[in-house]
């Protein structure tokens, strides 16, 4: 499957000297289960999915954004949906993904409708930011929230899911002062990037209203 150019995925941290050397990165810390069926929310145009297919053919990816245009080029499965209301039955995937897009939603909302889709067992992958000072519990970026460490990890453990990887990988920042010149460090320099990993219990205890839309 090919894949775009170096600006595929327009990131502001990167922890590969390519996007494939990136992605490759993020896969090994997401060890998904062979032949998984994962659900990308805010996929955009799906330059993460369509790098880990490369790396991953066994790998199969639906893609969820509300922009229409950006998922157009894909050929991923997909849904033009809100990322909390994803016309999928539940425990409908092996692993979610979610990469920079969840400051988008509230948090609560995407934290029931991960933990619905999931089967019992599946993996979820987190992408995102996280405040330089800790004890700031969130900023804000142009609309996008970003949460404390605190909030992200009390907000899924609340939905049951079982925490397994947390990690905030180096970067010195030259890739996002490439793409963003001097407002790199304006806007991104009070953010460090983190990762986490959950994994949803083999036996679910918590129920949520399915939010399957007909």
Known sequence: MSVGGPLTMLQAFRFGESDRDHVSRLLHWADFPNSARIVDLGAGSGGVAAHMAALRPDLRFCLVDLDETKLAASSFEKHIANITQVPEPDGAFDAAICCYAM??????????????LL?????????DMVPKDATIPKLSLFGYEIRSRGMVEEAAQSVGLIPDVYIEPYDSGDWG??????????FFGDLRPAIWCWRAPETKTVAHPSTTQA
């Open 177 to 186: 002062r490439s793409v963003f010149s001097d407002a790199f460090d304006v």
């Open 119 to 127: 089967r019992p067992g599946g993996t979820v992958f987190i992408v």
């Open 103 to 116: 400051g988008y939603a509230p948090s609560d909302a995407l934290w029931s409708e991960i933990s619905r």
